[in-house]
């Protein structure tokens, strides 16, 4: 079956522009997390949706940084006036079940130049 | 959440076992331990999980004692794909989860 999908793969854009990253998880999967992967290191969790809502959005480093999930399904990541220091690969996953099993997408390389 | 500690690095020879260790002194009575694999350019891959004991699938074993304050994960006879990063996760799922800078596995040929 297919896997989470994420799009664009790559984005470059300038900064203070507006970019909106895509994430379509595994059909049926209720939980959707984002996550942040800068070089070198692991992924830093950013938000993460039990269905529609926002179960945790702790990790949202400021309110330039707002996701989405309208349907309980495709979620997207909207980080607004982009700065240098955004540029990382934003990773999402999904998973159906309680325990810690994730799946994750391939990730989009968000640069800001 | 219950911290993790790993190594930062470990090289191997190509046809060796690796075990790599985590420690997590603060695991709560519900939580799982998880194991992720991460190739570069690539997402976390899920590799294995367990509460207790002994857990085995095709890709690896996981070892953990009577305390559960440690795991070790076990590759037998690894290859060079096997080189890539390897996380451990403590936690109960449904959660904020922290990876961690994860256990480098450089395989050697």
């Known amino acids: 079956g297919a896997g989470v999908s994420q799009t664009p793969s790559n984005k470059v854009t300038e900064k203070g522009k507006y970019v909106e990253l895509r994430c379509d998880p595994i059909?049926?999967?209720?939980?959707l997390y984002w996550y942040r992967q800068s070089l070198g290191q692991g992924p830093e969790f950013l938000i993460y949706f039990q269905g529609t809502g926002a179960a945790d959005d702790s990790g949202l480093p400021n309110d330039r940084f707002f996701a989405v999930r309208p349907e309980g399904s495709v979620s997207t990541l909207k980080i607004q006036r982009t700065e240098r220091g955004d540029s990382a690969v934003y990773l999402c996953?999904?998973?159906?079940?309680?325990?810690?099993?994730?799946?994750f997408g391939p990730g989009t390389r968000l640069t800001v130049l | 959440l219950a911290k993790t500690t790993q190594p930062i690095s470990m090289d191997s020879y190509e046809g060796q076992e690796v075990n790599i260790t985590c420690s997590h002194n603060n695991i709560a009575t519900n939580d799982y331990i998880t194991w992720y694999q991460q190739f570069p350019s690539q997402g976390p891959r899920f590799i294995i999980q367990g509460y207790k004991t002994k857990v085995t699938n095709e890709v690896a074993s996981l070892f953990i004692p009577a305390d559960r304050k440690s795991s070790t994960l076990s590759l037998p006879r690894v290859s060079l794909s096997d080189t890539a990063v390897y996380y451990c996760l403590v936690g109960e799922g449904y959660q904020k989860v922290t990876f961690g800078t994860g256990t480098k596995l450089q395989v050697i040929p």
């Open positions: 059909s049926g999967h209720t939980a």
């Open positions: 996953a999904s998973s159906e079940g309680k325990l810690l099993t994730q799946y």
